[in-house]
């Protein structure tokens, strides 16, 4: 086995939010309650009232996700053979940034039980991602998780400084995944960065001291050597792996080698994906299903981001435009 795993004038929703222990999910079905935001948390959040009008819950398409992966922007140090960043068929600048407002319609719309924090990479503006994972803290009852490749332990170290509490201020993550992709030479060939490794353990080291939440490494599934050389160094490190599908796949690496392929097109499991219940929102406000659309492969859930995408083209020749981008 490879892996293991608010509206001007009168008041606001309810913002009280269902109590839940850390790691505890919603049931499957259960929608959380829409929080809409006040004049003043609108001013305060510099949302310039973009959000702040109440909309008919009838009004929003019936999505319910199970992960929704907002990537913040496409900017990383590292060159990962696997990244699909490099390789977007969407148009998506470094310079693009999602914004809050975006998250918070994103959010309201897919109605995630986990929302995933991605890039590029998170930490190269972690004062950007401590504000908005806060303030999803606060209007929404979600799980929150963010996937670094720990290229910035310093960046870490910052913001634990920042806090009086001895403990990391992001207390707004449920969990923190590293990329740790097998040991130092496998490592960085993978990620074309030297001191990667290095500073993936350093971020390792820094977050087992200070982080309250759940630690994990990540990682593709290269092959089957790859893989268990994460396993591995994971038991050392005591931290639970989580090993994804590969995207894309490479002349240069194998695919997986336990992992069911049912379609030549998609490397994350074709018609038999294991991810059907997600959504990936790009720097761009773009909504595609997963990094496998992101590419511009034949994405076989593709079909279900028209709920989001509401019929408009999800090509690489036409950019699409989502309803959560459209809705106000």
Known sequence: MVGRDSSGGGGRVNVNKTART??????????????????????????????ARKVPREELPDISVEELTLELHHHCP??????SSHNCNFEVKDTDLLEFWQVHRA????DPDTVRWSGGEPFASPHRLREFSRNVHQLFDVEQTVTTS???????????????????PLVDL????VSLLGRKDTHERLTRMPESWDRAMRTIELLTDIYDGEL???SPAVSGEQAEEVIEISDDLGLETRITGLVPPSSDIKRPEKCRIDADHCSLGGRGCRYPDKRLVLPNFDVVHCAVEKL???CPERKKTGEVQRGTST?????????????T
């Open 150 to 168: 720990g290229y910035y332990p310093d960046a870490v170290a910052e913001l634990a400084g920042e806090s009086s509490s001895p403990r990391f």
């Open 78 to 83: 590292l060159d990962c053979v696997f990244c």
């Open 296 to 298: 511009d492969f034949d």
């Open 216 to 218: 994990k490494t990540t």
């Open 22 to 51: 850390r790691g505890q999910k919603r049931t499957r079905g259960q929608k959380s309650k829409r929080i809409w935001l006040t004049n003043s948390e609108v001013e305060r959040l510099g949302l310039e009232g973009t959000v």
């Open 174 to 177: 449920d969990e923190i995944r």
């Open 315 to 327: 090509s690489s020749s036409s950019s699409s435009t989502s309803a959560v981008a459209r809705e």
């Open 107 to 110: 959010i309201r719309i897919c």
